[in-house]
């Protein structure tokens, strides 16, 4: 995808030291077509398994988000009014786990209930992040236009440096899709290629920046 670049707006705010991938929502409920909420998400999900698989060689931290309500649905206020097919995702549910196919470890990667799209609002992921002494914020996963672009854009107001590999995120819809990575590159983070993010967490093998 090309971007565009309006003078004064899209500067590289570039890598920091010591990133941590965020895999936002890629549970079953929106992975699998079969779902109220899912869609198509293969590729997406296929790509981000290729990224975890060089950070987790390189130490790199890995948190997941999921989406969980209570029986009453008060813990997800309007958001559920307004998306009421939100209602499956109850903790009993298959729906609320995440997609198999990225091989969580349940020992080491860190998985944090959200209720709205923001994977920080309302969680511990500022604290994971600063026990982890976190500069860099690595987003994956869906969508695009909700809950990727929420925390892109609170991970810039909480400090971070924001980087999204283009295809490692989705969105129900393309024309969406498009049009919030465009704007998070012109205002909130830096849209790259998976290929760079893997060269990169290659070139920090045995470097232990996380000891």
């Known amino acids: 995808m090309k971007f565009g670049q309006f003078e004064g707006f899209g500067n590289a705010t570039g890598m920091g030291n010591r990133p941590a991938i965020i895999v936002i929502d890629f549970m079953d409920g929106f992975t699998d077509p079969q779902s109220p909420l899912g869609a198509d998400f293969d590729n997406e999900v296929k790509a981000t398994k290729e990224l975890l698989d060089a950070a987790r060689k390189s130490g790199v931290p890995i948190i997941f988000t999921t989406v969980i309500y209570e029986e009453h649905f008060q813990d997800g206020a309007y958001f559920v009014k307004k998306i009421p097919a939100l209602k499956i995702l109850k903790e009993d549910s298959d729906w609320v786990k995440i997609d198999s196919r990225l091989e969580r470890s349940q020992t080491k990667e860190?998985?944090?209930?959200?209720?709205?799209?923001?994977?920080?609002?309302?969680?511990?992921?500022?604290?994971?992040?600063?026990?982890?002494?976190?500069?860099?914020?690595?987003?994956?996963?869906?969508?695009?236009?909700?809950?990727?672009?929420?925390?892109?854009?609170?991970?810039?107001?909480?400090?971070?440096?924001?980087?999204?590999?283009?295809?490692?995120?989705?969105?129900?819809?393309?024309?969406?899709?498009?049009?919030?990575?465009?704007?998070?590159?012109?205002?909130?983070?830096?849209?790259?290629?998976?290929?760079?993010?893997?060269?990169?967490?290659?070139?920090?093998?045995?470097?232990?920046?996380?000891?």
């Open 110 to 211: 860190p998985l944090i209930v959200k209720k709205f799209a923001s994977a920080f609002f309302g969680t511990n992921l500022s604290s994971l992040l600063s026990y982890h002494r976190v500069d860099t914020a690595i987003l994956t996963g869906c969508t695009t236009s909700g809950c990727v672009r929420a925390t892109a854009v609170d991970a810039l107001q909480h400090g971070y440096r924001v980087v999204i590999p283009e295809e490692c995120v989705g969105d129900r819809s393309q024309k969406a899709h498009e049009a919030n990575l465009y704007d998070i590159q012109t205002k909130y983070g830096d849209v790259v290629q998976l290929e760079d993010l893997k060269k990169y967490f290659l070139n920090m093998k045995g470097d232990k920046r996380y000891v």
